[in-house]
């Protein structure tokens, strides 16, 4: 990865929405581009976020737990993700990584069976290629146990 941190615009994140929805389904279109907009802005605030890491956990984690589009923000979210990778220099093995692994951990977040700081964590850990120690096996162990009681609560209520 290089020093200088690459971003992307909004019309490239609506694009990619839009192609994720085309082929996946779902329903097309932005809930709050304002909210859009000024994440795409905050990210490029070294202040706030003055790492790489900062910045990828802010835009993942958002786009999917803020809900800026109609469908598919946990899609989105690790599609904006890959790319946002892509463009700062990272190898397809790792970008492919955080794909496989954001699939299901996205879910964890969202769902928050899974703690923001320990989503920090774990985006660290994918995106340098390191294993997952045994504390934080334990946290995705803990986080999907907590996940399936949520899902069980969630289907009585619906019967």
């Known amino acids: 990865?290089?020093?200088?941190?690459?971003?992307?615009?909004?019309?490239?994140?609506?694009?990619?929405?839009?192609?994720?929805?085309?082929?996946?389904?779902g329903l097309h279109g932005i809930k709050d581009v304002g909210m859009l907009e000024s994440m795409l802005e905050f990210i490029q605030n070294d202040l706030y976020y003055p790492s790489f890491l900062d910045k990828l956990n802010q835009l993942v984690g958002r786009t999917?737990?803020?809900?800026?589009?109609?469908?598919?923000?946990?899609?989105?979210?690790?599609?904006?993700?890959?790319?946002?990778l892509k463009i700062n220099g990272f190898t397809s093995d790792v970008i492919d990584y955080f794909i496989v692994e954001m699939e299901n951990i996205i879910v964890l977040l969202v769902d928050r069976a899974l703690t923001e700081e320990d989503f920090y964590d774990l985006l660290g850990l994918i995106i340098s290629g390191a294993p997952y120690p045994?504390?934080?096996?334990?946290?995705?162990?803990?986080?999907?146990?907590?996940?399936?009681?949520?899902e069980k609560v969630r289907g009585e209520h619906k019967g």
Do not use: W
Request: net charge negative; hydrophobic share 40%.
């Open 1 to 25: 990865m290089e020093d200088k941190i690459n971003y992307f615009e909004k019309d490239h994140a609506i694009k990619e929405h839009d192609k994720i929805i085309n082929i996946s389904g």
């Open 64 to 84: 999917a737990r803020f809900h800026i589009f109609m469908d598919g923000n946990k899609r989105t979210s690790i599609v904006l993700g890959a790319y946002f």
């Open 134 to 150: 045994e504390s934080m096996q334990l946290v995705l162990y803990n986080a999907y146990t907590t996940f399936a009681e949520n």
